[in-house]
């Protein structure tokens, strides 16, 4: 089965630094989708970012960038000049597309704080 | 934009009782899930819904759980007979035919006592 490791449970940032969540997944799969989605406190979860297992190039999203690594199936995300709206819960999700086509599977989640 | 809302935010109920959670999925969507968080654990897959009927149900999802779509707008997660372990946070999530982006609620928080 799929298994998706957030080993962050925690991290801060100052306003205007980078900081990286780090993911890591393990799979048998070689097709699959990889996606990055941050849940404000008391808001619904929404997506960030999104990477397509077959694609070489990370994928980025204005101030967001991924850095896949397929061989070491890691998936780290880089938050550049971090802003305070950035303060969230960050779950790092994948989605087989071979078998169990429809279900996600979610890491623990990486609580990200934003000092001003 | 449009967006998937759950109702209620916050539900208590008293063990053994049958709870029903709401989901009112993102109209022109074909794919229907439910998911829920146990305080600090993971996101777990529960249940997905395809074409009025179950598609995938994880081990979690046994036959104290059962899921609706009463109405065509409506998504429903129904728990039987709740335990103290129902005790979580549960997700509704919908994704569009041909997407592969789920789009998910605000969640209900689900206290047992």
């Known amino acids: ?116 | 934009e449009p967006e998937v809302t759950q109702t209620p935010s916050h539900q208590v109920t008293q063990m053994g009782q049958e709870v029903i959670l709401r989901c009112v999925p993102i109209s022109n969507h074909l794919y229907f899930y439910w998911y829920r968080q146990i305080l600090g654990q993971k996101v777990e897959f529960l249940v997905s819904f395809y074409n009025n009927e179950i598609s995938e149900k994880s081990e979690i999802f046994d036959d104290q759980f059962s899921v609706e779509r009463p109405d065509g707008s409506n998504f429903t997660l129904k728990i039987r007979s709740t335990k103290l372990e129902d005790s979580a946070m549960y997700f509704c999530a919908s994704r569009p035919g041909g997407g592969n982006e789920q789009y998910f609620g605000p969640g209900t928080r689900l206290t047992v006592t």
């Open chain 1, 1 to 116: 089965a799929q298994t998706v490791t957030q080993s962050q449970p925690e991290m801060s940032v100052q306003e205007a630094e980078t900081v990286t969540l780090s993911c890591t997944y393990d799979t048998s799969e070689s097709d699959y989708y990889l996606f990055w989605y941050k849940q404000p406190p008391s808001r619904q979860m929404i997506l960030v970012i999104r990477q397509e297992a077959y694609k070489q190039q990370n994928a980025t999203e204005n101030r967001f960038s991924v850095n896949f690594q397929k061989a070491a199936k890691s998936f780290s995300l880089k938050i550049s000049d971090s802003q305070l709206g950035d303060a969230a819960m960050y779950f790092c999700a994948y989605r087989s597309l071979q078998y169990n086509f429809n279900k996600f599977y979610f890491g623990s989640g990486t609580k990200l704080n934003v000092k001003p």
